[in-house]
Nanobody, 124 residues
Framework: QVQLVESGGGLVQAGGSLRLSCAAS????????IGWFRQAPGKEREIVAV????????RYADSVKGRFTISRDNAKNTVYLQMNSLKPEDTAVYSC?????????????????WGQGTQVTVSS
């Protein structure tokens, strides 16, 4: 069992930056692959970035490549999403999710544990 708590969302102007944090608790939390997903009103949930517990081969959605960076600190059981050059179309509820193993799946259905989500709003 893994519990996830996101923080760091808020309101920012276009071109600005935010850093989201996903704090994981529970036994062997550091052994899980963590993904960041987002869902905008009226749209389906989509992958933003994912990183395995080995830190290898983080994956990004094409829409955020070069602007967002995912990282993790296993000693702190925390995964970060640094978001730079934010655009209004990045506005969404951002959630982190965990799955066992090292596979960096982009399918939300492959993730068993979810945080409550944090709102990110980018104004133009």
């Amino acid at each position: 069992q893994v519990q996830l708590v996101e923080s760091g969302g808020g309101l920012v102007q276009a071109g600005g930056s935010l850093r989201l944090s996903c704090a994981a608790s529970g036994r062997t939390a550091s052994a899980y692959t963590i993904g960041w997903f987002r869902q905008a009103p009226g749209k389906e949930r989509e992958i933003v970035a994912v990183i395995s517990w080995t830190h290898s081969s983080p994956r990004y959605a094409d829409s955020v490549k070069g602007r967002f960076t995912i990282s993790r600190d296993n000693a702190k059981n925390t995964v970060y999403l640094q978001m730079n050059s934010l655009k209004p179309e990045d506005t969404a509820v951002y959630s982190c999710a965990a799955r066992s193993g090292s596979g960096t799946s982009s399918d939300p259905g492959d993730y068993a544990y979810w945080g409550q989500g944090t709102q990110v709003t980018v104004s133009s």
